[in-house]
């Protein structure tokens, strides 16, 4: 069984950073596939960001160039550093696994977090 805890949401404002993390528990974590997903109110899940268990990572078009994502498999942890925040990045983030390879459709993911909430003020 895997648990995923997020962490490190607020309220900034706008140009501020924030850096989230999301701590895993179980033995596929060095494995598996970890992604950043994020849903507004009223709006979509949308993809933010994934990386595989060999460090290669992805990004969705609105947030290239300003949030990385990276991961500590001796922590078990992944984190999204988010720099330049604006209000369109208001939404709740959630971390997810996963042990298959279409890591952009959040379909593909097996296990969430609770998720963590984000809300930047202009």
């Known amino acids: 069984q895997v648990q995923l805890v997020e962490s490190g949401g607020g309220l900034v404002q706008a140009g501020d950073s924030l850096r989230l993390s999301c701590a895993a528990s179980?033995?596929?974590?060095?494995?598996?596939?970890m992604g950043w997903f994020r849903q507004a109110p009223g709006k979509e899940r949308e993809f933010v960001a994934a990386?595989?268990?060999?460090?290669?990572?992805y990004y969705g078009d609105s947030v290239k160039g300003r949030f990385t994502i990276s991961r500590d498999n001796a922590k078990k942890t992944v984190y999204l550093q988010m720099n330049s925040l604006k209000p369109d990045d208001t939404a709740v983030y959630s971390c997810?696994?996963?042990?298959?390879?279409?890591?952009?459709?959040?379909?593909?993911?097996?296990?969430w977090g609770q998720g963590t909430q984000v809300t930047v003020s202009s």
């Open positions: 179980g033995r596929t974590f060095s494995s598996s596939a």
């Open positions: 997810a696994l996963t042990t298959r390879s279409d890591i952009i459709n959040h379909h593909a993911y097996d296990y």
């Open positions: 990386i595989r268990w060999s460090g290669h990572t």
